[in-house]
C-alpha cells in the first residue's frame, strides 16, 4: 500500500493532520482525504463511507464525527478516512476496524466484507440509515421515468443484509423513524444495538440529531466487547 499526500492542512490545536491522497491497496486507486492524529499511537482507522448522495451532503455527517473521534484523548483512534466512492475528492485514507455507513454506503460495506473474507479484521460499524434491502426498498418508492433503468440496474434484486450477519454483534444501526427515502420498515430484522430518532430527515443532520448520534457513536466505538 502506497500513500502519495497531495496536501497538509493544520487542524484543531495542531493535533490532527489533513491530505488529500491517492491510496494504492490491491492494485485498485482508492482517492480521498485523510484525517489523522498527529499524538495517537493507535492502528485503529476509521473509515467512512457516504451514500449515493455523494459526501457533499453527508461531510457534515463524517466531519463531526472525525473531530469527536480525534480530539478526544480516551479514544484510540489513528486515523479517519472518508472513501470518496464518487471520485469528487472529498474523502480520507487506510482501511482498518472500523467502517461507518451511510445509505447506500452500507451496500458497499456488505458487498467488502463478503468478498474479503477474513483479510480485514473488523472491530465496529455503524449504518447510518442503511438501504440494505434493495429490493424491498423498491415497493417504498416511486422513482420517475428517467431513474427507472437505472434503479433497475442499481442491484434491485438485491438484499445485502445477510452478509452482515456474522458482525451483528459489531454493529450500531442508527435510523429515523420517519424516514421516507429509507423507510426504516425496510429493515427485516433488527439489528442488537440501534438508536431509532425522532426524524424524517434521512442525512440525520438536524442539530439535535446529529448531536445525539454523534455521543451514541463514539460510545459504540469505545465500547469493549
Request: net charge negative; with cysteine.
Amino acid at each position: 500500500m502506497i500513500l502519495l499526500p497531495i496536501l497538509r492542512v493544520p487542524l484543531k490545536l495542531l493535533r490532527l493532520k489533513l491530505c488529500y491522497a491517492n491510496i494504492f491497496f490491491r492494485d485498485i486507486n482508492l482517492r480521498g482525504i485523510v484525517v489523522e492524529s498527529i499524538t495517537s499511537v493507535s492502528k485503529t482507522v476509521v473509515v467512512c463511507v457516504a451514500g449515493f448522495e455523494g459526501l457533499s451532503s453527508t461531510a457534515p455527517t463524517f466531519l463531526n464525527l472525525t473531530e469527536e473521534l480525534l480530539l478526544s484523548a480516551a479514544i484510540p483512534i489513528a486515523e479517519v478516512f472518508r472513501y470518496d466512492s464518487t471520485g469528487i475528492g472529498l474523502s480520507d485514507g487506510k482501511y482498518y476496524k472500523m467502517t461507518i455507513a451511510l445509505c447506500l454506503g452500507s451496500c458497499i460495506i456488505s458487498q467488502f466484507l463478503n468478498s474479503t473474507g477474513n483479510y480485514f479484521h473488523i472491530e465496529k460499524i455503524i449504518l447510518l440509515a442503511p438501504a440494505l434491502d434493495q429490493h424491498d426498498l423498491h415497493r417504498y418508492c416511486k422513482p420517475i421515468d428517467v431513474c427507472k433503468s437505472y434503479r433497475a440496474r442499481l442491484c434491485s434484486q438485491e438484499d445485502f443484509s445477510f452478509k452482515l450477519n456474522d458482525y451483528e454483534n459489531h454493529i450500531l444501526h442508527i435510523h429515523g423513524n420517519q424516514d421516507f427515502v429509507v423507510p426504516i420498515e425496510s429493515i427485516k430484522r433488527p439489528l442488537k444495538h440501534t438508536l431509532i430518532v425522532n426524524t424524517n430527515d434521512h442525512d440525520l443532520e438536524e442539530p439535535d440529531i446529529l448531536q445525539e448520534r454523534t455521543i451514541k457513536a463514539v460510545e459504540f466505538i469505545c465500547r469493549n466487547e
